[in-house]
């Protein structure tokens, strides 16, 4: 499938974002890099990019790219089969990123969800990641997370991903992760 204009777009504003914190990719790396809508077509508020580097029976690692307030929707990772669910340990690489988990509410969050879909948002337990911090989220646990001001280059280091079993708080979001239309 051939990406449009937008979509290269997109992935060179997210290489753009990778360059800033030093992260270097191929070029084939480049041309994966993944523009995720979660269906809504509502990538400016709603996505992320992202590129895959490995993902096996036992161990995922990815870099995720979020702009300025961009939101990746709630969710969680439950049990599949045998295995418990995705554990995941994100690691701010630039920018900040905002991450919202099950837990105590944080009485003033520094960010709100995009206002078209703030119904289906529910945990408010913030955690604030900047460059060189990280946080682990255990399987099975609801979480969210937002692109800060400058937005946010994270590395995600986790248990296999198995992305099309994630469970969404959002109906409209489809489980597996599709390029803008």
Not at 80 to 96: A, L
Not at 124 to 148: C, D, M, R, S
């Amino acid at each position: 499938m051939a990406l449009t204009q937008q979509q290269l777009d997109y992935q060179q504003k997210a290489k753009s974002y990778l360059d800033r914190a030093g992260i270097v990719l191929t070029p084939a790396e480049v041309d994966k890099l993944e523009i995720a809508d979660f269906g809504l077509l509502e990538f400016e508020t709603t996505g992320l990019a992202l590129i895959t580097y490995i993902n096996t029976e036992r161990c995922c690692a990815k870099e995720l790219v979020l702009f300025p307030g961009q939101t990746c929707p709630q969710h969680l990772h439950p049990p599949v089969g045998d295995e418990q669910g995705k554990e995941e340990t994100f690691r701010c690489r630039w920018g900040e990123v905002y991450l919202y988990v099950s837990g105590d509410a944080t009485e003033h969050p520094q960010t709100k969800p995009p206002t078209k879909r703030a119904s289906t948002y529910s945990v408010w337990h913030e955690v604030v990641l900047k460059a060189g911090e990280q946080y682990t989220i255990y399987p099975n646990t609801w979480h969210w997370f937002q692109g800060g001001p400058q937005g946010a280059v994270v590395s995600e280091f986790s248990t296999r991903s198995t992305d099309e079993h994630d469970v969404f708080t959002d109906p409209d979001i489809k489980r597996v992760p599709e390029i803008l239309g």
